[in-house]
């Protein structure tokens, strides 16, 4: 029989041998994730070491040269995007509303004004997204992120371009989703956000550093 004890939960995504390529460019070289329900992870590394290309590879945007991503329940992606959709009148709270589309599933209005008030843009539901700051925009669209309370949250540096006090809240809400059970992985520079995550895996030219703790943590067997 066997013996009851703590087991880590078993991980929401894995990825094994993740390789990818822009054309002939390599981008990204033998990388293994496992991501797990509760556990905030950072990725960190230099400029064009390939953070993005892997939270793009996690997400399922792009499709690995090699290797597979393996998922469980719904993903939600948190991109870095500074331009406003000026041709489309959407407010914020159309763009967090947008959030809950995914899956077939609606959300109460309750819970895009909750998401709204996570991220402290209540008072600006019915601004046009193309008139709020980029600090605003960048806030706006993680509410999306988390208005659906997504299995897996993958951020692509949710707090670029924020000022401290939003740099925290966002920081803050990053562990909520984790405490709450999602599985979070978050692309950063911010050496805050590093040291505060559970786990970090560092990038330098497309490829893993071992020696900073990038190797998952031992996950329960039998799960992948
Ligand atoms: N669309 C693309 N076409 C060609 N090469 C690309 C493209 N996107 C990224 N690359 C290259 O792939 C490599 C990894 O880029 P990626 O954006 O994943 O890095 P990053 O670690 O996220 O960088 P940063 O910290 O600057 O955001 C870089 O060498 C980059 O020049």
């Known amino acids: 029989m066997a013996r009851l004890g703590r087991v880590s939960p078993a991980p929401v995504l894995i990825a094994r041998s993740l390789c990818f390529a822009y054309g002939d460019r390599d981008a990204?070289?033998?990388?293994d994730v496992a991501l797990v329900p509760g556990e905030?992870?950072?990725?960190?590394?230099p400029n064009g070491s390939g953070k993005s290309t892997l939270v793009e590879l996690l997400a399922g945007v792009i499709a690995p040269r090699?290797?597979?991503?393996?998922?469980e329940g719904d993903l939600a992606l948190v991109v870095q995007r500074?331009?406003?959709p000026d041709a489309l009148p959407l407010t914020v709270r159309d763009v967090v509303a947008m959030g809950t589309?995914?899956?077939g599933r609606r959300s109460h209005r309750a819970a895009v004004d909750e998401a709204i008030?996570?991220?402290e843009l209540t008072g600006l539901e019915t601004r046009p997204l193309a008139e709020l700051s980029g600090g605003q925009r960048q806030r706006a669209l993680l509410a999306q992120g988390i208005v659906r309370r997504p299995a897996i949250l993958l951020l692509d540096e949710p707090a670029a371009g924020l000022d401290g006090r939003s740099r925290d809240r966002?920081?803050?809400i990053l562990a909520e989703e984790a405490a709450r059970g999602a599985a979070v992985a978050c692309v950063t520079h911010d050496d805050a956000s590093i040291a505060v995550a559970d786990r970090v895996i560092r990038?330098?030219?497309?490829?893993?550093v071992p020696e900073n703790d990038a190797a998952p943590r031992p996950v329960s067997r039998g799960a992948a």
Not at 203 to 208: K, V
């Open 66 to 71: 090699a290797g597979e991503v393996v998922r």
């Open 203 to 208: 990038l330098e030219g497309g490829r893993p």
């Open 82 to 84: 500074v331009e406003a």
């Open 170 to 172: 966002t920081r803050a």
């Open 117 to 119: 008030a996570r991220v």
């Open 101 to 103: 589309w995914a899956g």
């Open 28 to 31: 990204l070289h033998d990388v």
């Open 40 to 45: 905030v992870v950072a990725i960190a590394g």
